[in-house]
């Protein structure tokens, strides 16, 4: 238990950095505002669920260890981050927002996550970064998981209500759409960045 305190600083690090799913939360925070992102934010955090078991049971490891499972993988990601980057970019204005316009939906955070090539990695480092608790690996891995979900839902929080504040900003057509396609742009190049640097 001697590396916590270096562990939660990584795990700090990684996953409150901008990256596909932070980038995403704040766009959706900022364009949608903070209660009607909240779903979404749900979504983000249940898929990051499934990607620390897929990475800490090493299911990951073994899927992509298959030919063709990480191209097809890395090809259906491309095409849903830019689905998501063209849906943010053209978010209305807030007071053109109306029943017409859609919240996100959770599904789609959980889409996010799954497919966020910065999420596999992240986890990959921080489960074979510190040894917590040497005697039991299960217990070890289970207590690893739980700090990194407590990690990630305070990250979310803060990212969502990052972009909820730039919420006022979106009342004006012309601020609104350059706002959003700026967060268009550094979604799609988070993603490029994750996947190729």
Excluded at 108 to 113: C, D, L, N, Q
Excluded at 127 to 146: C, H, P, Q, T
């Amino acid at each position: 238990m001697e590396g916590l305190a270096g562990f939660l600083l990584a795990a700090l690090a990684l996953t409150g950095s901008p990256g596909p799913n932070t980038l995403s939360l704040a766009a959706v925070g900022s364009a949608f505002g903070r209660k009607r992102g909240f779903r979404y934010m749900l979504g983000l955090n249940l898929g990051m669920v499934l990607v620390i078991i897929a990475v800490g049971s090493g299911i990951s490891g073994l899927l992509f260890a298959i030919p063709m499972v990480a191209p097809a993988v890395i090809t259906l990601a491309a095409v849903y981050f830019i689905y998501l980057a063209y849906k943010i970019a053209t978010a209305p204005p807030l007071k053109e927002n109306s029943e017409a316009i859609a919240d996100p939906k959770w599904f789609e955070g959980v889409m996010i996550s799954i497919l966020n090539p910065k999420a596999y990695a992240a986890m990959a480092a921080l489960f074979s970064s510190a040894v917590l608790i040497s005697d039991n690996l299960w217990v070890e891995g289970v207590f690893k998981a739980g700090v990194l979900l407590l990690v990630i839902i305070a990250v979310n929080i803060s990212w969502l209500l990052l972009g909820a504040a730039l919420t006022p900003y979106f009342r004006q057509e012309r601020t609104s759409r350059i706002i959003n396609i700026g967060f268009a742009i550094l979604l799609l190049f988070s993603v490029v960045s994750a996947l190729f640097l």
